[in-house]
């Protein structure tokens, strides 16, 4: 078979030669949505805040979007376009701040904060990628406020009873140093008379 001629044939070539530009370009471009999540698993108390943090990576603009899902039900919480203002949910206003990597701070968390947080991360070219970080969020313990409560109250029994007995102490110093004050005026008294007599 001899070599490929004709308009059919060029064509043929150019065709074959577009692919393999098109696919060593493909292989050099390092392409899609990357996303890591440094800490899956988040332990909160009521209260506080927490960092759900995500480190993320694409060629183009990327669109950041968070969800939480519980058993009261799903929850946008906020969506932004990387470099543009975040649209913040008006459920989570005023308790969200975002930041450039794809992380979210949600202040003051609640026990209806408790549950599993989905981050997606969109390419502008239509690559995804997705994230989960499940939050557990616990009240404070009571217990330790109870014994706090009760060591208190014993303190302050203890420093009562003492500030009693002192001012006890007190009055029986007075009385004591009035009955010597009056002995001895008394005692006195009888000399100077006993003088006066003797003279």
């Not at 392409?31 to 995500?54: R, Y």
């Not at 039900?73 to 308790?95: L, M, Q």
């Not at 239509?126 to 970080?133: F, P």
């Amino acid at each position: 078979m001899g070599p490929l001629q004709g308009p059919r044939g060029r064509s043929a070539v150019v065709g074959t030669v577009t692919l393999c530009l098109a696919a060593g370009w493909a292989l050099q471009t390092p392409g899609g949505v990357s996303l890591v999540v440094p800490q899956p698993n988040i332990n909160a108390t009521v209260a506080q805040n927490i960092l759900l943090s995500v480190e993320y990576s694409c060629r183009g603009v990327a669109t950041i979007e968070w969800k939480h899902v519980s058993s009261w039900g799903t929850t946008s919480i906020v969506e932004w376009r990387s470099g543009n203002s975040a649209n913040v949910s008006t459920v989570y206003k005023d308790r969200v701040t975002t930041f450039e990597n794809g992380s979210i701070q949600l202040r003051n968390v609640g026990m209806r904060d408790a549950g599993y947080y989905f981050v997606t991360v969109m390419e502008e070219h239509g690559t995804n990628a997705y994230g989960t970080i499940i939050v557990n969020v616990y009240e404070i313990i009571y217990e330790d406020l109870h014994f706090v409560a009760v060591l208190f109250t014993f303190l302050a029994a203890v420093s009562a009873i003492l500030i009693c007995f002192m001012w006890l102490c007190n009055k029986s110093l007075h009385l004591f140093q009035k009955k010597t004050t009056h002995k001895l005026t008394a005692s006195t008294t009888e000399d100077i008379e006993l003088e006066t007599i003797e003279c």
